[in-house]
C-alpha cells in the first residue's frame, strides 16, 4: 500500500478533531477507520500494536494515540495538534450537553434514543476488538486475550492486578517463542 | 467554596489521569467513590445517567468526567476536570511514545508489544461486553441491534455514524 505524505499539524488537528466529533460511542472505531482506511498513516498491524501501547500507558487511550502519531510526524507541535484535535470538539460539546441535559434530560424521546445509541455503540466496541483479534499470528494470543477478558468481564479482577500477572506472562510467552 | 471543589477535582483527577491504565471507563468505579461517597456533590442515579449520555455523545470515553464535572460546578468544573484528567497523561504519552518508536526494531521491543496486544484485544472485548450488559440489560430488541451493529460492522465495514443513526432512530421511535 503507498505511503501518503507526511501529514501537516493543521491536518493532523483536523483529522483527530473529525473523529472525535464524529466518534459517538468511542472514537476508536472512526479513528482507526480514518488513520488505516482513508489517510493510510498507520496499516492495520501498526495501528493494532500501537494502539497496544496506548492502552498501556496511563490516560485516554484515543488522546495518547493522537499524541504519538502526531509527535511522529511533526515533534511536539504534531503532538499538540493532535491532542487539542481529540479535546477540544468533545469539550463544546459536553458544554452544550451539559446546558441541554438540565433542561431536557427527562423527555421520553430523548431517552429512547439514548437507549439506541449505547446499544449501537456497544456493538461498535465489540466489532472493534474482534477486528484487531484477527491480526494476532500465534494461536496462543487468543488465550491470553480470553484471560484478559475473563479477568475484567466475568471475574471483575482489577485492572491492574491483572496487568500485574498477565502482562509479563504474554510478554515472555513472547520471548521465549521469538528466541527459538 | 466553589474553588474547594475545583481544587479538590484537579488534585484527583491529575493523580488518576496518572494511574488509570486501560483509559477511563475502566477507572469510573473510583470516579464514583471520589464524587458519590467521599464528597455527595451528586446521587448515585445521577451519576449513572450523566454516565449513560456521555457515552451516547461524541468524544472519548473520558468526557463523562467533563460531564459530571459540569454538573458539580459548571463550564468551569468541566473544563477544569478535563484538563486535569488529560494533561499528566499527554505529558507521559509524548515521551515514551517517541522512545517506543525509536526502539521499534529491539527484540525486546518487539515482544512487549507482541505480548501485550492480546491483553489489549481482551480488555476492549471486556468494555464492549460491559457496555451490551448496561445498555442491553433486559431487552432483546436492544440486544438483537447490538448483534446487528456488529455484524454489520464486520462483515459489510458499514461507516459507525450509519450505525448509530440507526440505532438513535429505532430508539427515538421507541422500539428499544
Redesign the interface.
Known sequence: MERPENPTCAELFLTFAKA???????????AR?MIVEEKRWLSEEEF??L??????????????LA??IG??YRG?MG?IAG?LG??V???L???L??AF?VQF?DL??AK??????????????????????L????KA?????????????LWRIP??T??AV??PA??????VV??K | MKWDILLDMAGYYSTL????????L?SMPDVHRFIVEQHHWMSSEEFT??F????????????VV??LG??IAG?LG??VS?GA??L???F???Y???L??RMRDR??R???????????????????????M???SN?WP??A??????VA??IWRA???W??A???????????
Do not use: E, K
Request: hydrophobic fraction near 55%; charged fraction near 5%; proline fraction near 6%.
Open positions: 472525535s466529533a464524529t466518534g459517538f460511542g468511542g472514537v476508536l472505531p472512526f477507520r493494532a500494536d494502539f497496544a501501547f496506548c492502552q498501556f500507558i496511563p490516560g485516554a487511550n484515543v488522546v495518547n499524541i504519538c509527535a511522529r511536539p503532538a491532542a481529540m479535546l470538539p468533545p469539550m460539546v459536553i458544554l450537553l451539559g441535559y434530560g421520553p424521546l429512547g434514543v439514548m437507549r439506541g445509541l449505547g446499544a449501537a455503540a456497544a456493538g461498535l466496541v465489540v466489532s472493534v476488538a474482534l477486528r484487531l483479534g491480526t494476532f499470528r500465534a494470543s487468543y488465550l491470553f486475550a480470553a484471560l484478559a477478558f475473563g479477568a475484567i468481564a485492572l491492574i491483572m496487568l498477565l502482562a504474554s510478554i515472555g510467552w513472547q520471548w521469538r528466541r | 489521569s496518572l494511574i488509570c491504565f486501560g483509559g477511563v475502566a445517567r450523566l449513560g449520555i456521555s457515552n451516547a455523545a461524541p468524544g472519548p470515553n473520558m468526557m467533563g460531564m459540569y454538573q463550564p468541566a473544563i478535563f484528567l488529560s499528566p497523561s499527554s507521559v504519552a509524548y515514551t511514545g517517541s517506543w518508536h527484540p525486546w518487539m515482544a512487549v508489544q507482541a505480548g501485550l496486544t492480546p491483553l489489549t484485544v481482551g480488555l476492549l472485548l471486556a468494555s464492549g461486553y460491559i457496555l451490551t448496561s445498555a442491553d431487552s436492544a440486544f441491534l447490538t448483534a446487528a451493529v456488529v460492522a464486520m461507516h459507525p455514524l450505525l448509530l440507526g440505532g438513535a432512530v429505532l430508539g427515538g421511535l421507541g422500539w428499544i
